[in-house]
């Protein structure tokens, strides 16, 4: 059996995540097209997009002074 290595057609996009914590694991949640995308994360990763939301608006209002 031989590997093959194939690329996939992967493009990026921007869209909206929501995050949402059930029991007690957290999972981020998108919408792409009519399609849901589901994953699992940790905590750390929860505070670390909280802690890089929180510098982009602070350095947004910085901007707009």
Request: net charge negative; glycine share 4%; charged share 30%.
């Amino acid at each position: 059996m031989s590997n093959v290595n194939q690329k996939a057609n992967v493009k990026e996009l921007d869209v909206d995540v929501l995050y949402q914590k059930l029991g007690d694991r957290w999972f981020a949640f998108s919408l792409v097209g009519d399609e849901v995308f589901m994953a699992p994360i940790s905590e750390e990763q929860v505070n670390g997009v909280r802690t890089e939301d929180y510098a982009r608006k602070n350095f947004s209002n910085h901007e707009a002074a």
